[in-house]
């Protein structure tokens, strides 16, 4: 117990038995209601940043359109596992309760029906007014209403697959410094083709990365076709960075090896000119 606690019931209990002269209670009935005050503003305090918080978190869920359903069903999802509401998402409806109902079975009614109702609600919130109007009332539940916007808003598989295909067969490395991070976004793409039931052998995905690599990397590429075993991408990832750094190196030696032999040449002209000049001047001396 802290002391302002301790000094409030203390002095509360004084006043209660009247032990406290008339001149004192004066003083302290103020003293006793600010310090009750004290104690309760912590309280109110952390209710508003609660608040404030579950305010903020909603909000950051983008409206729904026309393009967005992926990352808008993304941000749901994550906002309602932080605020530990997705239950009526992840868990079919229970049982209707009955006389004969547990206490248990009363309780995970009452959390799924709770959880259903706020999901709803915060689903209700990022959708466009005039798109919820068209839902069927008969849906009553959460995972059904957002079953029912995924069948109205997410894209065409069939070519989201095709586009993703696309996309990874044209990606060409511009040789920027970090072959790491661009394997990473192939593969990241060869994930997402999974995702479509498109499955992309990792051979395969070893055989992409170096087709699409720059020239500079010709050498690199023949050795690999060369050799009888196979890479897995991690080993390639490996061995690519290994190449890309000699590469790095081999410029840096390459720059500084002209740079010196344009010094060299340099020197050689001046020496020349020197010497011309001395054989011009000499009949003079």
């Known amino acids: 117990?802290?002391?302002?606690?301790?000094v409030c019931t203390l002095a509360t209990h004084l006043l209660q038995i009247n032990y406290l002269p008339a001149f004192m209670r004066g003083q302290v009935l103020p003293a006793v209601a600010a310090i009750r005050q004290l104690q309760v503003l912590p309280a109110v305090a952390k209710t508003i940043s609660s608040a404030s918080n579950i305010t903020a978190s909603i909000n950051s869920i983008p409206m729904l359109n026309g393009t967005n359903f992926k990352t808008w069903h993304e941000n749901l999802q994550i906002v309602l596992g932080v605020m530990d509401l997705d239950l009526a998402l992840r868990v079919s409806s229970p049982a209707p309760l009955t006389d004969e109902s547990s206490s248990d079975e009363k309780r995970d009614f009452e959390r799924w029906e709770k959880s259903n109702r706020m999901c709803l609600m915060i689903i209700k919130k990022a959708i466009p007014e005039a798109f919820r109007g068209t839902i069927s009332e008969t849906i009553k539940t959460a995972k059904e209403f957002l079953e029912e916007i995924k069948n109205r808003f997410a894209k065409n598989e069939k070519s989201e697959t095709s586009t993703l295909l696309a996309n990874l067969?044209?990606?060409?490395?511009?040789?920027n410094g970090n072959i790491r991070e661009y394997i990473m976004e192939m593969s990241h793409l060869a994930s997402k083709l999974r995702a479509h039931k498109?499955?992309?052998s990792e051979n395969l995905l070893v055989h992409l990365v170096l087709i699409s690599l720059?020239?500079?990397?010709?050498?690199?590429?023949?050795?690999?076709?060369?050799?009888k075993e196979t890479w897995s991408l991690n080993e390639l990832i490996s061995h690519c960075v290994q190449e890309e750094e000699r590469l790095k190196q081999e410029k840096i030696e390459s720059a500084h090896l002209a740079g010196t032999s344009k010094d060299k040449g340099k020197k050689r002209k001046k020496d020349k000119e020197a010497a011309e000049l001395f054989h011009i001047m000499k009949p003079y001396n």
């Open 1 to 6: 117990m802290s002391i302002s606690t301790t």
């Open 169 to 175: 067969i044209s990606m060409r490395y511009k040789g």
């Open 198 to 200: 498109l499955d992309l």
């Open 214 to 227: 720059p020239t500079q990397f010709s050498q690199f590429e023949v050795s690999y076709n060369c050799q």
